[in-house]
């Protein structure tokens, strides 16, 4: 599939090139760019198993003749020899899938070598394929980007296979595969649906109400659609964000120095990532640790501990410490209940309860650990769960990023006008939601609404 983290072949020879491959057809190719057909290794790796080298674009078939002797049946794999056109020389025995366009992964011709998984195999098969005038390396994400050039997913879909690629988590990898599956692009595609039939019935009903199959009728249908998507559209937007998905949840332990800070960063990370020392500010700046628990992605940030100490690189580290604190999505407070600072992301902790002074936990505190003995370990874990879920997109729920909510807080804004004025308003702010929603799905124009318009109402026959 296309979005495969293929960079610029360095490999190529130019050095002496093959007459340039004669195009005997095949699929039909939607070009994209320059026209070139393309090519990369897209396994990573070597050696290994196998490797997998993939082209897209018109000269995909004939460079497969030249090398093979012959094209395959489409979409079924053919074990077939590899050699150079050149010289004849063997390349490989290789199984061979011939996709031709538009019915593939980029709408162009498509062909994937699947090779043994030697350098030196695919570094021969990519030096003979830089041999054609026709073929060049392919770019960084270029198959990802053909795809949406010819129309075969949107970009939100795209920008969700880019995360589902980056997933390190299991919560991750299930909301980019929403994405990436058109959950977001079917979402859109209703509303879109809904905005246009109503724009076009509108201005059928405003503009052309003398033509007997348009009629007249209450334009209230028109701003019941308007307050509808916008009602879902707000809805999609009240779940959590995807960078905290995918940067994971930020949980940063504040306190004054000595309260066991660092000991329980330890234990939270499970591993020796910070100093543990009774020489009170032993930490001085910020140290994270990425962590995953129980498929969610979690940031610690251990802090220096909070004190007026009047020594410059102590108290750059308090400040640090307070600039984490007052951004984290999670606060674990270990210091005096009085002391704590205010917010729903503060959770006040009664650190180094296996000291016998310190056998009583207040009231305010949620509860008593001891990163030493373990006490208390198991509820702590359960409580940032607990918390972090609350954080994050439901399954049910889209994650979407930055630039996705933009677009849809637009298209809600123009929606939100919608009764604010007269019907030539209302027919504009119709088309601004869905112009708005079109930009994020990557494309549309007026063209849709025109089409949609004649269609339906069979005007100017």
């Known amino acids: 599939m296309p979005g495969f983290r293929c960079g610029r072949v360095s490999s190529i020879s130019s050095a002496t090139r093959a007459p340039p491959p004669k195009n005997s057809g095949g699929g039909v190719a939607i070009l994209s760019d320059d026209g070139a057909t393309i090519f990369a290794l897209s396994t990573a790796g070597l050696p290994s198993a196998i490797a997998i080298v993939r082209t897209s674009g018109p000269a995909s078939r004939s460079a497969l003749e030249a090398l093979a002797g012959r094209v395959p049946e489409p979409r079924y794999a053919a074990l077939m020899s590899l050699r150079d056109p050149a010289d004849g020389t063997p390349i490989d025995r290789a199984l061979i899938l011939w996709l031709p366009g538009p019915a593939s992964e980029t709408g162009e011709d498509m062909v994937e070598y699947h090779l043994h998984g030697s350098r030196a195999v695919a570094s021969k098969l990519l030096e003979t394929l830089g041999k054609y005038d026709e073929m060049r390396p392919a770019e960084a994400g270029e198959f990802l980007r053909r795809a949406f050039l010819n129309g075969k997913m949107d970009l939100t879909a ?9 997933a390190e988590t299991e919560s991750q990898r299930r909301h980019a595969l929403a994405i990436a599956e058109g959950g977001l692009a079917a979402r859109i595609a209703g509303w879109r649906e809904r905005l246009l039939g109503a724009e076009a019935r509108l201005e059928a009903v405003l503009n052309f109400s003398d033509e007997g199959d348009v009629g007249e009728g209450d334009e209230s249908f ?72 129980d498929g969610i992605a979690f940031v610690f940030s251990d802090t220096a501990g909070l004190r007026d100490s009047g020594e410059a690189i102590e108290e750059e580290g308090v400040r640090r410490a307070r600039s984490v604190s007052e951004r984290s999505d999670i606060l674990f407070w270990m210091g005096e209940t009085a002391d704590a ?31 030493t003995t373990g006490e208390g370990m198991a509820a702590l874990r359960a409580l940032l769960l607990e918390r972090a879920r609350s954080l994050l997109p439901r399954e049910d729920q889209l994650a979407l990023n930055q630039r996705q909510r933009l677009a849809l807080r637009e298209a809600a804004d123009a929606l939100a006008e919608a009764r604010a004025g007269d019907w030539i308003l209302l027919v504009e702010a119709l088309r601004g939601a869905r112009m708005a929603l079109e930009r994020l799905g990557g494309g549309g124009g007026v063209e849709t609404m025109l089409d949609a318009l004649f269609g339906r109402f069979c005007i100017g026959k």
Do not use: W, Y
């Not at 660092?262 to 543990?276: H, Q, Y």
């Open 158 to 166: 795209a920008e969700g296979l880019g995360d589902l690629l980056d």
């Open 222 to 293: 028109a701003l019941d659609a308007a307050d509808d998507v916008h009602g879902e559209i707000m809805e999609t937007l009240a779940a959590p964000p995807a960078e905290r998905l995918r940067d994971g949840i930020r949980v940063a332990l504040a306190g004054p120095p000595n309260a066991g800070k660092s000991t329980l960063f330890n234990a939270l990370v499970a591993r020796e990532a910070a100093i543990v020392s009774p020489v009170a500010g032993t930490t001085r700046d910020v140290i994270e640790a990425p962590v995953d628990i």
């Open 341 to 371: 600072p205010k917010g729903d992301h503060i959770i006040i902790l009664h650190p180094r309860a296996d000291e016998p002074r310190r056998a009583a936990k207040p009231a305010e505190a949620a509860l008593s650990v001891s990163a």
